[in-house]
């Protein structure tokens, strides 16, 4: 079946530590997303790339990296800039061209121990 | 700046009580508004999409419907599996990106 993992479901952090969050999709989809949930918060999108080798920022992309070297994967890295780093992340992918909706992973936890 | 507000923050409801949630949006031109389950501690799950002013979308117990401004997702004689965090999102004309309401969390108890 298809669809995007991410993986790890929960992943932890040092102070000063830079880490990666992996998002895989085998849905064929162009388009990739990195979203934030914190509580009582809507999503806030941190990057996404509409094409390989492309991305561009969101809205709250400092402290956090990414890249798009193949059109199944868009990793996300989360570098010691990001001071408030504890939060739900989400990836997601969709089509280009048409009016989809995305389809969503099932999220990475990360925690800042 | 789109703005996608849904209220209200929480709602608590009997079984068989039914009740709607409403998202209002300041998006010109809507591409698409979407309606999404999310389960504690899972990625959202898509439930319906909706284009113009008018239509209206069933599945189950949920209904969405759409006006100019917002759109309202109706839960008729909720059972305690439709407990989750249900969100709005909008989709502007000429972009793919979708901004996201806080949502709203449904608590249905037996």
């Known amino acids: 079946d298809g669809g995007i993992t991410q993986s790890p479901k929960y992943l932890f952090r040092k102070e000063g530590q830079n880490v990666t969050l992996s998002c895989e999709q085998n849905?064929?989809?162009?388009?990739m997303y990195w979203y934030r949930q914190d509580p009582g918060q809507g999503l806030r999108l941190i990057y996404y790339?509409?094409?390989?080798?492309?991305?561009q920022k969101g809205d709250i992309a400092e402290g956090y990296s990414v890249s798009r070297e193949k059109k199944e994967s868009f990793p996300l890295t989360v570098t010691s800039a990001q001071k408030n780093p504890t939060a739900f992340y989400l990836c997601?992918?969709?089509?280009?061209?048409?009016?989809?909706?995305?389809?969503f992973g099932s999220g990475t936890r990360l925690t800042v121990v | 700046e789109d703005q996608v507000t849904q209220s209200p923050e929480a709602l608590r409801l009997q079984e068989g009580e039914s009740s709607s949630l409403n998202c209002s949006y300041t998006?010109?031109?809507?591409?698409?508004l979407f309606w999404y389950r999310q389960d504690p501690g899972k990625g959202p799950e898509f439930l319906f999409t909706?284009?113009?002013a008018g239509e209206e979308k069933e599945k189950e117990r949920l209904k969405a419907t759409l006006t100019k401004k917002e759109s309202f997702l109706h839960i008729t004689a909720p059972k305690p599996e439709d407990s989750a965090t249900y969100l709005c999102?909008?989709?502007?004309?000429?972009?793919?990106?979708?901004?996201f309401g806080a949502g709203t969390t449904v608590t249905v108890r037996a």
């Open positions: 997601a992918s969709t089509r280009t061209g048409e009016n989809y909706g995305y389809t």
């Open positions: 998006v010109s031109g809507l591409r698409g």
């Open positions: 790339s509409q094409i390989v080798n492309d991305f």
């Open positions: 909706l284009y113009s």
């Open positions: 999102a909008v989709q502007p004309p000429n972009d793919y990106k979708l901004s």
């Open positions: 849905l064929n989809h162009d388009a």
